[in-house]
C-alpha cells in the first residue's frame, strides 16, 4: 500500500513565526509533490509544487524535498492568522496525506 | 466560467432515491477525479479517468457509479447509499501523467452530501 503520512497536528504557532509541516511517502518512484491549503469547509488548493531534491521558494512558501529520506516539507515564513487550515501533502499518483491542521495565533 | 465547478453544491438524499453529481471542467485537462473526504479521514481517491477512459478504481462500493461521456464532463451516479456515505465529495482535474507523472489538480467545491 502506497502512503503518505503527515503528523495531524494540531500544530500551532504565534503570528510571525516559521511553520514547519512534514511528509513523508513511501513509494520511491514517486516524482512530483504538491502542496494544498484546506480551509474549512472549502476545497484544497494548490500552494506549491516540487519536483526536485533541495529547497523552492515561492513567497513566505518554501517547500523542501528529499529523495533519498523520502520526506517533503513546507515551511511558512512569518505565519499570519489566515495561513490558519489544513495542509495536505500530495503526490503524482494523486493520492494525499491526511493533512495537518495549522493554527496561528495572533 | 473557469476552473472546475461541480454541482449541486449540497444534497440530502435519502437512501432508496437515486441521485447524479456533476462536475465540468474548463481547464482543457485530460485526466478527471473523484475524491471522497469525510470528516477527520484522508482524502479517498474514488475514481481516475484519462481521456475518458476509467484508469483506477479504488474498490468502491459499487453504488457509486462514475461516468466520464468526455474529457470535460464527470459524473458521480448514487445509488441506495448509505448514512456512512455522507461526506463532501470533490471532482479534480489535472494534465494525464507524463514523464513527471500527473500533475498539479485543481479541484471543485465539493458537493456535501447527506445521506438520511
Known amino acids: 500500500q502506497k502512503e503518505v503520512e503527515q503528523n495531524s497536528g494540531p500544530l500551532s504557532v504565534p503570528e510571525g513565526a516559521i511553520a514547519s509541516l512534514n511528509c513523508t511517502y513511501s513509494d520511491r518512484g514517486s516524482q512530483s509533490f504538491f502542496w494544498y491549503r484546506q480551509y474549512s469547509g472549502k476545497s484544497p488548493e494548490l500552494i506549491m509544487s516540487?519536483?526536485?531534491?533541495g529547497d523552492k521558494e515561492d513567497g513566505r512558501f518554501t517547500a523542501q524535498l528529499n529523495k533519498a529520506s523520502q520526506y517533503v516539507s513546507l515551511l511558512i515564513r512569518d505565519s499570519q492568522p489566515s495561513d490558519s487550515a489544513t495542509y495536505l501533502c500530495?503526490?503524482?499518483?494523486?493520492?494525499f496525506g491526511a493533512g495537518t491542521r495549522l493554527t496561528v495565533k495572533p | 466560467e473557469t476552473g472546475v465547478t461541480q454541482t449541486p453544491r449540497h444534497l440530502v438524499m435519502g437512501m432508496t432515491n437515486k441521485k447524479s453529481l456533476k462536475c465540468e471542467q474548463h481547464l482543457g485537462h485530460n485526466a478527471m477525479y473523484w475524491y471522497k473526504q469525510s470528516a477527520k479521514k484522508p482524502l479517498e481517491l474514488m475514481f481516475v479517468y484519462n481521456f475518458k477512459e476509467q484508469t483506477e478504481n479504488n474498490s468502491v462500493p459499487s453504488r457509486f457509479s462514475p461516468e466520464c461521456p468526455n474529457s470535460s464532463h464527470l459524473f458521480l451516479h448514487l445509488h441506495t447509499l448509505q448514512p456512512e456515505d455522507s461526506a463532501l465529495y470533490l471532482c479534480?482535474?489535472?494534465?494525464?501523467?507524463?514523464?513527471?507523472?500527473?500533475?498539479?489538480?485543481?479541484f471543485g467545491q465539493g458537493t456535501r452530501l447527506t445521506v438520511v
Open positions: 516540487i519536483y526536485s531534491n
Open positions: 479534480a482535474s489535472s494534465h494525464p501523467a507524463g514523464r513527471r507523472g500527473n500533475t498539479e489538480a485543481f
Open positions: 500530495g503526490l503524482n499518483d494523486m493520492r
